[in-house]
């Protein structure tokens, strides 16, 4: 007789073996020269449950840089150190079908916080009295939220990065152009790049989802880690903008809010239940991992998390 923990893990192994069919799909982000340094079958698999259950596959301590998922910690910070308001009259809060490194912010702003014009807005809304503090913010963030010592910063992604993103300074120069912030651009893209170049492994980013699913509060003692308001933001906004210009797609294939980032990680979080994360770094054309959101997809049916049905 297996146990229910057995039984999981036996579907999550099955799962896992059916997204592996496409593991010879998609290529390792190159545009950022570090990134490409990789192993391209590396893979995780992390789920963290709310009542604290852990279900770890494949390389789970391995670390990864967080990219673009940093762009949920921003969002929670920005919404911590200003008002909601304060927050969305900077930045928009919808999907666009433009590229997420696209110069083209709508209407001037961008179209939500998590394309990188997005992001780099709402780098400017961190509170610190310099750049360093900034950033320590925002790692701190990151190593209570997953409740980890594990938490790193990627010297060689962040240099990596920091000498090719033209794309990039671009946006943070023309945001800067269009009065959206009045900080130095160069200082504001350096907090976004340092953000994107955390390291970190697949079960520490399940636990940062385990806590949004558990609606912002501690696993084991329940007292409240990020606000109610900015959960609602941070999922709805997963939910709709999170998977760049398939994020429609996404929702309607799999329904589990998430955020992927070009390290070939994506975090899942389903309310009530589990945060989820993968690590498979090839990417289809939109950036996201070709095995990590098929592998969504077959978890979702397969465990039964879609948030709709
Ligand atoms: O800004 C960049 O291009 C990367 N540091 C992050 C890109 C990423 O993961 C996808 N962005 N939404």
């Known amino acids: 007789m297996f146990t229910n923990k057995e039984k999981t893990i036996k579907i999550i192994e099955k799962s896992i073996e059916k997204s592996l069919v496409y593991s010879n799909e998609g290529e390792v982000a190159s545009y950022i020269p570090e990134l490409a340094n990789v192993n391209p079958t590396d893979f995780a698999l992390s789920i963290v449950y709310v009542d604290g259950q852990e279900y770890k596959f494949g390389d ?4 990864f840089s967080i990219q673009s998922i940093s762009k949920v910690i921003l969002l929670i910070m920005a919404l911590n150190d200003n008002s909601i308001n304060e927050v969305f009259e900077k930045v928009d809060t919808e ?7 696209s110069l083209i912010p709508i209407d001037n702003i961008a179209a939500n916080p998590f394309i990188n014009a997005g992001a780099i807005t709402i780098s400017s809304l961190i509170k ?3 750049l360093n503090e900034k950033f320590n913010r925002t790692f701190d963030k990151i190593k209570k939220l997953s409740n980890s010592d594990k938490i790193s910063f ?3 992604i962040y240099k990596s990065e920091m000498d090719t993103t033209d794309v990039n300074r671009s946006i943070s120069y023309y945001l800067r152009s269009k009065k959206i912030f009045s900080l ?3 200082e504001v893209l350096d907090l976004y790049i340092r953000n994107c170049s955390i390291g970190i492994n697949s079960t520490d980013l399940a636990h940062i989802g385990a806590l949004l699913a558990n609606g912002g509060k501690d696993l084991e003692s329940g ?12 999922l709805s906004q997963m939910a709709s903008c999170g998977m760049y210009e398939e994020s429609g797609r ?12 070009v390290s070939g990680a994506i975090l899942g979080v389903v309310p009530g239940k589990c945060g989820i994360c993968v690590y498979s770094p090839k990417l289809d054309k939109s950036g996201n991992s070709v095995v990590g959101k098929n592998l969504l997809k ?12």
Request: negative net charge.
């Open 223 to 234: 007292v409240e880690i990020i606000s109610k308001d900015s959960v609602r933001i941070v």
């Open 128 to 130: 610190g009295k310099d």
């Open 154 to 156: 990627l010297e060689e």
């Open 60 to 63: 789970y301590n391995k670390i």
């Open 184 to 186: 130095d651009a160069e």
């Open 95 to 101: 999907p666009t079908k433009y590229k997420f490194n």
């Open 250 to 261: 996404f929702l309607l294939e799999v329904g589990i809010p998430s955020k992927s980032g």
């Open 298 to 309: 077959i978890l979702s049916n397969d465990l039964d998390l879609n948030i709709f049905v």
